[in-house]
Each structure stands twice: as structure tokens, then as C-alpha cells.
């Protein structure tokens, strides 16, 4: 039986400029209404395929755009049509300025984790961004939260962001260890094609030509470089972020257990950490994704179609090719995998990438002791050439 639920909220106040996800900025309110009554069907429909809920992931889009009365029916609906572990973990994600008494008030009874979208402290970064809001809302939200009883808070940052120097990236990490938070995702900056911030980046050489994005005497990147996060071909800069993030967030408590994830001790993310290690869960909503441990499937990126009952795009490989798959999404963790526990998950024994395991601990990517694998720190650094090699 399947024990984890993703519940993809598409709806935003306006549309971010590096944002690839799928949202829908400024949605009617009829449209929101149609979403929360088909998510209850789709809720009622599945929920004889669940047992005991342990972990549930509301992410968007911004779960929080919804007004309070939405998001009540969203949550009722949600407990009403599932059984859920009195330990579960239920995160949602929040972006600070969309957040009112009333729905930290409703996130408190409902939920005990929250994710904030804060992604950089700097007004200027912000701007390039396109990110909503101000510093006071950040403030305000985790007041909200803390003093609603919410303990376990956590941030999004992002770094390598066009004109960003170290020093920059170095006071955003200083500013989230000031703020009481027990988990903190820096994600590096992927200028993904038909972003609004690829447009503006095509349009000339070095700069935005309102001057948002400055060449400074600290980002000598060329724009190819600019366009590429760590996980398509690393770069020096991105490296040095990547590095500086680590070893500041470390003398703070927080330690890296997945490449772009730091927690402080006891407060990973259950739910990620149990989907990169392969465990089966069900995605609701436009653009969300399940696994029932053999198949993948994710529903249509487009709300009308999602709405009129489209049949979700299925993905159908071969159990090897699939073990394979999930071994690779393991590696994104520090722990890498226990080889007892592979073989659980899979029932495939690791002997079966043998070749490609010897070939990447030669190139230095992969360390193994008698009872686990990991990536090493230029394994995780170069997860995406790993990945490649064993798929
Ligand atoms: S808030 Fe998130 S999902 Fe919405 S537009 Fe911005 S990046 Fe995209």
C-alpha cells in the first residue's frame, strides 16, 4: 500500500522570472473552485490504493496563494478521504508575502512543516528573480508560524544568480542561519529555456538592459556559463557557491544529507528522502508525478485538459532499468545506499552495475564499503555525469 501523497497547487500571484514549474499566475476564482472539487474526486478515487498516511508534500505553484477558506477545504479534504499516521509529516510550501493569520493559523492545525520561498535576502536579486514580497514579509511569516506553535521552518535559496558574488551569496547563507529555521535547500540557478529570465538573458550579451544584472569585477562568467547550474556541467563559480554553502551552513548546524539540502540534526525532509530512495507515492494535481514502484506517470501540465480528465503521460521500463533509476536517485543523498537496502527496495542486488560502480570508484565518484555506496564530493557534484553513466 502506498503511504506518501504529493498535492501539486498551481497557482501563483504572478509568475516568476527563472520559474520552469508549472503555474498558473492570477487564476480565477472558478478556476480554483474546479480544482478543489476535483481534487476531492481524485482524493476519494485513490484513496483505496493507500494505507496509513507517514508523509505528505503540498508544493506548488504556492499552496498558500489559496485564500484560508481554500485552503481549509483543501486540508479537510486531504484528512477526510485519507487516513493519516498521527506521526506524519505534512509539509507545505509558502511564499512569505501570501501568508496571513488566519492560514498559519489553519497550516499549524493541519501541518507541521513549512518550507519558505525565500530564495534571496538581497532586494537587487529579488528583483532579477522576479520574486514577490519583501524582507518584512519573511519576517512576518515566521512570526506567524513560530507563534503558532510551528517549529519545523525551513527555506529555498538560490545562488549563482546573474551579478551574484561570493560575498552576496555569503550574506544571503548569514541570513538564514539568523532566522530559526531547521532546514534550509540552496538550489543553484538553472536558466531554463522559455523562462522570462532566459528572454531577458538572450536579449544581450552580459546585462539586463535595465542594468539588474551587472558583469562585476567578481562574475567574470561568460552567459554560456551563466545558463548552466551544477548539475548540467559544474563550473568553478558554482563550485565555490556550492562549497561556501556547505562549509557555512555547517558551522551552523546544518548538515548537507542531499546535494542542495542542509538540515539540522532530526529534521530532514522524510517525505524527499523517502522518494529519492524509491519509495512509491501518489501526485494530485496538474504536472504532479506518482510511482507505484514499477510504473511512473505524471498528470498533464495544463489545467483545462487536467480538469477534463487527460490521461496522465505513463512511463513503462524495464525492473532493471528502473532499479537502475533508483540507485541513481539515491546517490543524490550524502548516506548514499545501504546495499541490504537497495536490495529491499529493488529486489535487485548491486552486482548487477558492477562494471559501471568499478568504472566511476576509478574516476573517483562513487566511494563503497562492504555494506554501502555513496557518491563521494565530486560524485555529488557531478550527480548528473554519475547518472548518465549508470542508466
Ligand atoms: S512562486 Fe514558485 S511556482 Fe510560482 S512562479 Fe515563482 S518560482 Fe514559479
Not at 517549529?151 to 538564514?176: F, M, T, V
Not at 532530526?266 to 506518482?290: M, Q, T, V
Request: glycine share 8%; proline share 3%; with cysteine.
Amino acid at each position: 500500500m502506498i503511504s506518501r501523497l504529493y498535492i501539486h497547487v498551481p497557482f501563483c500571484a504572478s509568475k516568476c522570472g527563472y520559474c520552469a514549474f508549472y503555474s498558473i499566475p492570477c487564476p480565477s476564482s472558478v478556476s480554483i473552485d474546479r480544482y478543489l472539487e476535483k481534487m476531492g474526486n481524485d482524493f476519494k478515487d485513490s484513496s483505496r490504493l493507500c494505507g496509513k498516511i507517514e508523509s505528505v508534500f503540498i508544493g506548488g505553484g504556492t499552496p498558500t496563494f489559496l485564500s484560508a477558506g481554500n485552503l481549509g477545504k483543501l486540508f479537510s479534504s486531504l484528512f477526510s478521504h485519507f487516513e493519516i499516521s498521527a506521526s506524519a509529516e505534512i509539509s507545505i510550501e509558502c511564499n512569505p508575502e501570501t501568508l496571513t493569520a488566519e492560514k498559519a493559523d489553519l497550516i499549524a492545525k493541519f501541518a507541521n512543516r513549512v518550507s519558505l520561498g525565500i530564495q534571496s535576502f538581497n532586494p537587487k536579486f529579488r528583483k532579477i528573480l522576479g520574486r514577490q514580497g519583501s524582507l518584512k514579509s519573511i519576517d512576518k511569516a515566521i512570526s506567524l508560524l513560530s507563534g503558532n506553535g510551528i517549529s519545523n521552518i525551513g527555506c529555498d535559496l538560490i545562488y549563482a544568480i546573474p551579478g551574484q558574488s561570493l560575498d552576496d551569496w555569503r550574506d544571503d547563507l548569514e541570513k538564514a542561519t539568523a532566522l530559526p529555521l531547521k532546514h534550509i535547500s540552496a538550489y543553484s540557478l538553472t536558466v531554463e529555456e522559455g523562462t522570462l529570465l532566459s528572454e531577458r538573458m538572450s536579449n544581450v550579451e552580459y546585462r539586463i538592459s535595465n542594468d539588474e544584472i551587472k558583469h562585476n569585477t567578481n562574475d567574470r562568467r561568460p552567459t554560456t556559463l551563466l545558463r548552466q547550474g551544477f548539475e548540467g556541467q559544474a563550473d568553478d563559480y558554482s563550485i565555490r557557491m556550492w562549497n561556501l554553502a556547505s562549509s557555512l551552513l555547517g558551522k551552523h548546524g546544518f548538515r548537507r544529507y542531499e546535494i542542495s539540502n542542509y538540515s539540522k540534526r532530526g529534521y530532514k525532509c522524510r517525505h524527499n528522502l523517502e522518494i529519492w530512495y524509491g519509495d512509491r507515492y501518489l501526485g494530485f494535481g496538474p504536472a504532479a508525478s506518482s510511482f507505484d514502484g514499477k510504473k511512473r506517470w505524471t498528470n498533464i501540465s495544463d489545467l483545462e485538459k487536467w480538469l477534463s480528465g487527460a490521461e496522465p503521460d505513463t512511463d513503462i521500463i524495464s525492473p532493471e532499468k528502473r532499479a537502475r533509476e533508483i540507485f541513481v536517485m539515491g546517490l543524490r543523498t550524502s548516506h548514499g545506499w545501504d546495499k541490504i537496502f537497495f536490495l529491499h527496495r529493488t529486489g535487485f542486488d548491486l552486482e548487477i552495475l558492477r562494471k559501471e560502480i568499478r568504472q566511476l570508484i576509478n574516476m573517483k565518484l562513487l566511494l563503497e564499503t562492504g555494506e554501502n555506496i555513496r557518491c563521494s564530493k565530486k560524485g555529488l557534484l557531478l550527480w548528473n555525469e554519475v547518472a548518465e553513466m549508470l542508466i
